[in-house]
């Protein structure tokens, strides 16, 4: 691409060129974010002649423009008349921001106190405070000029200083022969000017990309580049992309978002959706290679049928526990929503016979469990997916089980105490205890994550407050874990397991074997009961553990009790301790 020297542009001629459409933005680009805080750092910058960073910006041939362009935010149409020259790649926050400002635009009117400066002034104290500090933002004006008379001066006044000069001349003519305001008008006849002139004249560098570039090479510079906190995804590639198809992905989610659970997985990240029309047209689902991928004909052939299953594969996720009715929190990996999607579409799913689909609906489910237990996408997750749609439909078409579900999984209940609530492994023990409904300790109301379901949070059975010093890091055990209103847990707060236990029969009116009933439903059995109201620790993590891992084996996924020796080798402590998230 070579190496290209900036070009310094002066702030004003940026605005105007805004102003009037010869400098957009490229479609992929995301919305102005900047609160009004930052702004006025920017501004305290520009006054100051500090630098603000450079621009980057994409010649543009408009007559065969490679990206679709889009104008700046609060940009008006009539003025938009201009050709395109040239399109932001880095700086639309910072020239967003300048042009809202300057031109009052936007929903603030910002504000410089004059009175103020001109206090500093006299004072010959102008350095002892920020810039930053004398710009004052309100609610958007119509007509921010009322405002001078109450000491502020609208920045749209300050464009440049021919504009001020005669911006201000009607105010400074009504003041002139008010002896009151004597000094006000000398200021702002003489002395203003001289802390605006940076402003006036301040420069950005400009680096500028020839027009030749290809669509793939201004996306590859944009993302690395982008410096605003809003990294350009692969959605926003494949946007750019398909607009020039006459494909609005943008119009396509926020139609999907109508679908019944369908806009929780799009909130969290829309190129799951092209994830599984990629896996159903036989393309590489890696995210890096969607817009090189994907084509037209697959957008159209596969759209509406992954949208209306991925919905189903959302309730079937929710039905294993993982309560994506109501969120993605408890999912072990996001990835299995296209996994599971393009195994729905490709089977067509919703007209088989009832019988055909709990045959597939097990063996998601299991394969569901699997992936999460064996932190199955920790790490190259894009090429395991691909594969993974290939031994899921084998498994479903002709009843050939995948080696790794066969094999199973290999379990040492001493190795897995340490594993956390945020491991892929320790979701998919908390899908399982939501999964049976449980009841809360302290009230009658079901529990967990899901719809029409109390809300409650994860909260340790044996209190962290009491236990800590005892069980060291292990009190973050998974296995000491379950669902509980806030209640519950205000209750039990610090108190021993035997009190809590005793004075909840008490508070209920119930008796012990109506509370076992529900520690049932906690996945708490009879023996991991005794050493619940025993307080002995490690005897309960074991035992729960034990628990789980026959509720898993009663679900149908194979499960292989070997030495800690033997774990150690084939599982990475790193794998059953790293978030998911």
């Not at 464009?159 to 009504?174: G, N, V």
């Not at 793939?216 to 510079?221: G, H, L, N, S, T």
């Not at 508070?507 to 109201?533: A, N, P, Q």
């Amino acid at each position: 691409m070579g190496n290209f020297t900036p070009t310094k542009w002066k702030l004003k001629d940026l605005l105007a060129d805004i102003d009037c459409g010869k400098l957009r933005l490229p479609s992929f680009q995301r919305d102005y974010k900047w609160k009004a805080s930052k702004v006025k750092r920017l501004l305290d910058s520009i006054q100051c002649d500090h630098p603000a960073g450079s621009l980057l910006f994409l010649a543009v041939d408009y007559n065969d423009p490679i990206i679709p362009e889009k104008s700046f935010e609060n940009t008006t149409k009539d003025k938009q008349v201009a050709n395109v020259e040239h399109l932001v790649l880095d700086g639309q926050q910072r020239l967003t921001s300048c042009y809202c400002a300057f031109y009052n635009l936007g929903n603030k009117s910002y504000f410089l106190d004059y009175i103020r400066l001109m206090e500093l002034d006299k004072n010959s104290s102008v350095e002892e405070i920020e810039f930053a500090e004398l710009i004052i933002d309100k609610k958007h004006m119509d007509f921010p000029d009322q405002m001078l008379d109450k000491g502020l001066m609208p920045l749209s006044y300050i464009k440049d200083a021919k504009a001020m000069r005669e911006l201000l001349k009607p105010y400074k003519d009504s003041i002139r022969k008010n002896q009151e305001k004597e000094e006000i008008y000398d200021f702002l006849d003489c002395k203003i000017g001289d802390y605006l002139d940076t402003i006036f004249e301040y420069e950005f560098p400009v680096v500028i990309l020839p027009k030749e570039l290809t669509l793939d090479a201004v996306c590859k510079v944009f993302q690395t580049i982008n410096s605003t906190g809003l990294k350009l995804s692969a959605f926003d590639i494949c946007v750019a992309k398909f607009m020039r198809q006459s494909i609005d992905l943008k119009s396509m989610v926020k139609d999907a978002e109508k679908t019944k659970y369908v806009k929780k997985v799009l909130d969290v990240d829309e190129t799951l959706v092209l994830q599984t029309i990629a896996l159903l047209s036989g393309k590489s689902p890696k995210k890096s290679k969607l817009a090189d991928g994907l084509e037209k004909h697959d957008i159209d052939n596969y759209w509406n049928r992954v949208i209306e299953s991925m919905s189903t594969t959302m309730g079937l996720l929710d039905d294993f526990g993982a309560g994506t009715r109501k969120s993605l929190f408890l999912l072990p990996y996001k990835p299995v929503i296209p996994l599971f999607t393009a195994v729905l579409v490709n089977r067509d799913y919703k007209n088989l016979r009832i019988d055909v689909k709990a045959n597939i609906e097990q063996k998601i489910k299991l394969f569901f469990f699997y992936t999460a237990l064996v932190s199955r996408y920790t790490e190259g997750t894009d090429n395991k997916l691909k594969e993974d749609y290939q031994l899921l439909l084998k498994w479903i078409i002709s009843d050939q089980e995948p080696s790794g579900v066969s094999d199973g999984i290999l379990w040492n209940t001493r190795k897995y105490i340490t594993i956390t609530k945020k491991s892929a492994f320790g979701k998919a023990v908390l899908c399982l205890i939501n999964a049976q409904k449980p009841s809360d300790f302290y009230e009658n109301k079901i529990v967990g994550v899901g719809e029409n379901i109390e809300t409650s949070q994860i909260h340790h059975i044996f209190p962290e407050a009491k236990y800590k010093g005892v069980a060291g890091e292990s009190i973050n055990s998974i296995f000491n874990y379950t669902f509980l209103t806030s209640e519950a847990n205000n209750f039990i707060s610090n108190k021993d397991t035997r009190k809590y236990i005793s004075e909840i029969l008490q508070t209920r009116c119930i008796s012990e074997k109506t509370f076992k009933d529900v520690l049932h439903k906690h996945i708490i059995d009879e023996e991991c009961y005794k050493y619940f109201c025993s307080e002995e620790y490690e005897q309960f993590l074991e035992k729960r553990a034990e628990c789980i891992r026959k509720k898993f084996v009663g679900m149908g996924i194979h499960i292989q009790n070997v030495s800690k020796e033997q774990i150690d080798e084939a599982v990475d402590d790193e794998d059953l301790t790293s978030d998911t998230e």
